[in-house]
């Protein structure tokens, strides 16, 4: 018994020294990153729009907090963005269920929620103070198929195969939980449900925004594959924003 003992102490030290070293050779990685899976990768020196941590190769940018709401809502944006544009091209049926995930101040899900009376529109977001926003907004406009839904970092928080389409407008690049929060989406989605993503061309050096608030299509085809998305189209129709089409298998 005295042999065993020792021999496990033994195997114990030894252990803890290799896992030490590991991280002493390997300064990059954060100690606590996950080791059970390779999704996500940690560098201690990322870009200062970043939050260190990396998935499919691309730095996950910083959230744009409650703070920036006004910028949300500004004036110019129609103009600068062509946000009806959006609206107009995302083939709504008036009983769909939509998803407007990141939904901020849900600018987005009080111009689509008058165009599917009888379904309506889910404004996601993690923030309680965009919420807020939209709940006093939705008073405001009286507008009552918007309903206020809380998410965690990793849940988007929807009922199981509720949703026809789930939209992202610049918001997928600052999601934390990138894969988490998409295979939420994906069991929200009912079979054949879309999702679309709306984000600025990385592409395009003359797009006047910040690196890792950019996406390439080939990117975000990247990244919607690795979920099980299947990319249906790319509507050039904005003047600095990708539109891209995904769907949900039927089977």
């Known amino acids: 018994m005295k042999f065993k003992l020792k021999d496990n102490f033994v195997f114990l030290t030894v252990g803890i020294i290799l896992i030490l070293c590991s991280w002493l050779l390997n300064p990059?990685?954060?100690?606590?990153?996950?080791?059970?899976?390779?999704?996500?990768q940690y560098k201690s020196i990322h870009s200062p729009d970043g939050i260190g941590k990396f998935y499919q190769g691309r730095e996950?940018?910083?959230?744009?907090?409650?703070?920036?709401?006004?910028?949300?809502?500004?004036?110019?944006?129609?103009?600068?963005?062509?946000?009806?544009?959006?609206?107009n091209a995302i083939d709504l049926k008036p009983n769909d269920v939509v998803a407007d995930i990141g939904a901020g101040t849900g600018y987005l899900s009080f111009r689509i929620a008058p165009l599917i009376p009888q379904g309506k529109v889910f404004a996601v977001d993690i923030q309680p103070e965009m919420l807020d926003i939209i709940k006093s907004l939705k008073k405001e406009k009286n507008i009552s198929n918007v309903e206020p839904i809380l998410a965690t970092e990793s849940n988007p928080n929807l009922p199981p195969e509720s949703v026809d389409l789930a939209i992202m407008v610049d918001?997928?690049?600052e999601f934390e939980y990138p894969y988490e929060v998409?295979?939420?989406?994906?069991?929200?989605?009912?079979?054949g449900g879309r999702v679309v993503l709306v984000e600025?061309?990385?592409?395009?050096?003359?797009?006047?925004?910040?690196?890792?608030?950019?996406?390439s299509q080939k990117q975000v085809k990247?990244?919607?594959?690795?979920?099980g998305l299947v990319w249906r189209e790319t509507k050039n129709l904005l003047p600095q924003q990708h539109l891209m089409v995904f769907e949900k298998p039927q089977t």
Not at 182 to 191: N, S, T, V
Not at 200 to 215: C, D, S, W
Not at 222 to 227: D, F
């Open 222 to 227: 990247k990244e919607m594959q690795a979920v």
């Open 60 to 87: 996950i940018a910083q959230v744009m907090g409650h703070t920036g709401a006004s910028w949300l809502e500004r004036p110019s944006r129609e103009a600068e963005e062509q946000p009806s544009k959006i609206v």
């Open 28 to 40: 990059t990685l954060s100690p606590t990153a996950p080791t059970a899976s390779a999704t996500y």
């Open 200 to 215: 600025y061309r990385a592409e395009n050096p003359f797009v006047m925004i910040k690196a890792l608030h950019k996406m």
């Open 171 to 173: 918001a997928y690049h």
């Open 182 to 191: 998409m295979q939420g989406i994906i069991k929200a989605l009912k079979p």
